[in-house]
Structures are given as C-alpha cells and as structure tokens.
C-alpha cells in the first residue's frame, strides 16, 4: 500500500515559521487586490473542506518525484475555476517548494495574521459535533454582541465534549458542556466540604 501524506495537526517550530513566511507573502498579495478576507476564506474552505478529507490529494503534491509541470497542471484542472489566481499561484509556490504538507500552518498563520489586521477576535469553539453554517453564524452573532467585537470562529470537534459547548477567547474558557458543569460542580461541592472541615477542625482546636 502506497504512503499517504497528511497535513500537518501538531506544528513545530520550523512548520510554524515556514507558516507565517508564506502567510505573510499570500497576505501581501491579497491585500494589494483588497481581497484578503476572500482568500483567507478560500484557503481555509481548501485545507478543512477538501484536503483535509483527501488525503491523496496531499500526497500527490508532496511527492518529489512528480514533476513541477504535472503538478501546476493537476493544480489548475482541480482548482483553477474555484479559487482565486492569487491563491492559486501561492499554492502552486507551495506544491513546488515541496511544502504541501505544512499547507495546514499556513492557512492558521493567515487566518490569525488577517484576524488581527482586521481587530477580529480568534474564538474556538469545540462541540461534540461540527456545527453547521447558520449555527455558526447564529453563535458568532452572540458572542459579536457579548464581547463587544468582531469575532473570527474555528469549530473543533471532540466527541468527549457531553452536550453543549466550549468556547474559548485566548486564554479564557466558558465551558456550557454537561461534562464541564458536572466538574464545576463537583468542585463547589469539594470546596464546601473542605471548608466545612476546617471549621470542625477549628471548633475542635478551640
């Protein structure tokens, strides 16, 4: 069986810096053309909606002995009428330079370099299941109102997550998940119980 290529999850240092260079080029471009928003948009519509759920694809552009001329190619045929050409002659950069897989750090670098250029608040939320579009729009409408910003929302999925949700915004977690309010609740319930045995302890000691 032949070796499937992934897009990188877990960044390194070298990933994050090879990020943040391609991100900082793409940004230049699309800000020049005043379509940084669009093509942050298409990068991470290109790297969570179709690379990530097709991995060959990933390793047919990071294979190395694939000539560049068959992968500018294939890259056309496959995205050139769906994305716009100044993403498109970043990603062919990319597939070039043999840099395909760390495709998953440069759409997080750009999205957080575009988030702060535009004032916009990075906002994770993670739920048991992947919210659809009007859900998403109907909770970033929320948060707008209760943060009193703009905010840009990454939906992580995690199955452990019991009912509800986790919202995170920086270092600050708002846990509305059963399983969190269980723990919150467990923990109050510790509190008092410790504080009720210092006070015997303290009668006693009287």
Do not use: C, W
């Not at 097709?54 to 009428?81: C, H, M, S, T, Y």
């Not at 990603?91 to 840099?99: D, G, M, T």
């Not at 990075?122 to 910003?149: E, F, G, P, W």
Request: glycine content about 6%; proline content about 2%; charged content about 25%.
């Amino acid at each position: 069986m032949s070796e499937v290529t992934a897009i990188e999850t877990v960044f390194d240092d070298e990933s994050m810096h090879v990020g943040q260079v391609y991100a900082k080029a793409l940004l230049a471009a699309a800000h020049s053309e005043g379509k940084a928003d669009l093509i942050v948009e298409q990068l991470s519509s290109l790297v969570n909606d179709v690379l990530a759920k097709q991995p060959a694809l990933v390793a047919i552009f990071a294979n190395p002995k694939l000539a560049v001329e068959e992968k500018a190619g294939i890259l056309d045929r496959i995205f050139g009428k769906s994305i716009d050409p100044i993403l498109l002659k970043t990603i062919k950069v990319i597939a070039l330079r043999r840099r395909f897989g760390m495709i998953g750090s440069i759409q997080q670098a750009a999205v957080r370099m575009q988030d702060e250029a535009q004032g916009r608040l990075q906002v994770i939320v993670t739920t048991a299941q992947a919210l659809d579009a009007s859900a998403l729009d109907n909770l970033r409408d929320k948060l707008k109102t209760m943060l009193k910003a703009e905010v840009s929302i990454s939906n992580k999925v995690d199955p452990s997550v019991i009912g509800g949700l986790m919202v995170r915004v920086g270092d600050t977690v708002f846990d509305g998940s059963v399983d969190g309010q269980l723990k919150q609740m467990k923990k109050a319930t510790l509190a008092k119980a410790e504080q009720a045995i210092r006070e015997k302890l303290s009668q006693l000691s009287s």
